[in-house]
Each structure stands twice: as structure tokens, then as C-alpha cells.
């Protein structure tokens, strides 16, 4: 009996010192109670138009077509240095930056037969090119530059176009040489949308309509698996070389590497090749 009357009493000098513990006492509180019917409905309004925008981004990406620049060679006017220069090209696409690798020794004719794919942003209709000298103790020298307006019929019909593009550096304006590049261009069709990209992040919300609020999305592409023949040109695979030759006697007035990088660009393919190359003698 003196047990009791000890805990109980020692209960109530508690609650006299503390006072009632409140009924959420412990429980985790995010502040979404406190939010009024109206304040409630803004953030949802805010988040559907959050939703939507990341709806038509992902839209827009996915009608991007794939534009395929490979960079021949070029020949340039003058050797500057007191041996030969180590060339390499960078291109500018948008507000992204894409290099070749460097030719040792290539002076005044280097030779990359790079191919670069790119995803065209819209509204993108240039290339900006610069030439670079590289240097083992000092920074990289700026040798030439230039821009590549891409054809309409590259865009539109998807046209395999070869040219050769006036540089300007040193020289003056268009004075230093010029570059050959062959341009190709394939055209997605934009895909129905599936809703939100797999790596991005949905949380639900604790306000009473319960609605979904996308976080900003992280790489909205997952990368596909590496493919260690992707990396092979086909111009470098055993079975190219009868059909290159093939092709340089069927195009004898085209430079055989043209032909090579064209053949590449078609992944291999022996028949549209030379439809290609038909229509850059058109």
C-alpha cells in the first residue's frame, strides 16, 4: 500500500513540474497539419505544374534527332612551331563540347576520320570548329577556327552531306586552310510519352489530396549497356576492306577517305553507302 501511494505520488510531482504531455508527443510533425485548405491546394497546383513541365522537357528530348559529324581531315596553309604540329579538332554543338583525338606529326594535312554522334538540340543549325596544336609544356595553341552551317537537306531529308569549310586564324578571315566533314542526319520520331523517366525520384505528398510531387530528375536517359563492338568502326572490321575497295573503284573521283568515313557513319552497310555517296555527287 505505501508502494502505491509513493509511485502515484511521484506521478503527480511530475505532472505538476512538466505538465499533460500533448496527444502527438514523440510523433514526427512536418508542418503539413498546419497548412490551411487554400495553402494546401497552391502546392498542389505548384507541383502539377512541376509535373507538367518535366513532362514536355522529357518530350522534347525524346524528338531530338541524332546528328553524325565526322571529321575527315584538313589541310592548312601554314606549320607554326619549329617542328611539326600535333593537331586536333573541338567542336562546339549547342552548349556541348566534343574533341578528336590529336594526330602526332600531321603539320599542315592532319587526318582524324572521327566520328562524332551528337543528339541536335532544336533550333541548333551550327557547328563551331577549332583546330588546336598540342602542347607538351605549354598551353594548347589556338590554329584555326571556323563555323559549319548544316545544310537543309540534312535536316529535313536526312542527306548525307560532305563539304569542304573555310577556316580563318593568323592568315586572316577564311585564310588558314579548310577542313573536311561529312554530315549526317537521322531523324527520330518523337515516342508517346510513358510517363516519368525510371531514375527519377517520386515522393507522395501528406497533404490530404495525397497527390505525387516530382523531385528534379538526374539524367532523365539511362545509359544503355556497353557494347565493346560499338567501339570498332566498321571500316576497321575484317570483312570491310574487299568492300572498301569495291567502293573507291565504283567513286574513283572521291577521295578515299571520304568514302571510308561515309561507310562508317552507315555502320558498315554496303548498299546505303552508296546511296550516300550518290547523293553528295548529285
Not at 9 to 37: I, V, Y
Not at 139 to 149: Q, Y
Not at 237 to 252: C, G, I, Y
Amino acid at each position: 500500500m505505501e508502494g502505491t501511494k509513493k509511485r502515484l505520488t511521484d506521478e503527480w510531482r511530475e505532472r505538476a513540474m512538466l505538465g499533460e504531455l500533448p496527444a502527438n508527443f514523440l510523433r514526427l510533425d512536418d508542418g503539413t497539419n498546419d497548412l490551411t485548405e487554400s495553402q494546401a491546394r497552391s502546392r498542389d497546383h505548384e507541383s502539377a505544374a512541376a509535373h507538367a513541365m518535366l513532362q514536355m522537357q522529357n518530350q522534347t528530348m525524346c524528338s531530338m534527332g541524332r546528328l553524325t559529324i565526322t571529321v575527315v581531315q584538313a589541310k592548312l596553309v601554314k606549320n607554326y612551331g619549329l617542328t611539326g604540329m600535333d593537331p586536333y579538332v573541338r567542336l562546339r554543338v549547342g552548349h556541348t563540347i566534343y574533341e578528336t583525338h590529336t594526330d602526332r606529326k600531321g603539320g599542315k594535312n592532319p587526318h582524324w576520320n572521327k566520328v562524332i554522334q551528337v543528339f541536335l538540340p532544336p533550333g541548333i543549325k551550327q557547328i563551331y570548329v577549332e583546330i588546336y596544336d598540342e602542347c607538351s609544356f605549354t598551353m594548347d595553341d589556338l590554329i584555326a577556327w571556323g563555323h559549319i552551317t548544316i545544310p537543309s537537306q540534312v535536316l529535313e531529308k536526312g542527306t548525307t552531306y560532305e563539304d569542304w569549310y573555310l577556316l580563318s586564324g593568323k592568315q586572316g578571315d577564311d585564310q588558314e586552310g579548310s577542313i573536311n566533314v561529312v554530315l549526317s542526319y537521322e531523324v527520330r520520331v518523337p515516342r508517346p510519352y510513358m510517363g516519368m523517366a525510371s531514375n527519377m525520384v517520386i515522393m507522395p505528398s501528406t497533404n490530404p489530396t495525397n497527390s505525387m510531387i516530382p523531385l528534379a530528375p538526374v539524367n532523365v536517359y539511362t545509359q544503355p549497356p556497353v557494347n565493346p563492338e560499338m567501339n570498332v568502326l566498321p571500316s576497321s572490321r575484317p570483312q570491310a576492306e574487299e568492300e572498301l575497295k569495291q567502293l573507291n573503284e565504283m567513286f574513283s573521283n572521291i577521295d578515299p577517305e571520304v568514302i571510308k568515313s561515309v561507310y562508317d557513319v552507315n555502320g558498315g552497310r554496303k548498299d546505303v553507302t552508296v546511296n550516300s555517296l550518290l547523293q553528295m555527287i548529285e
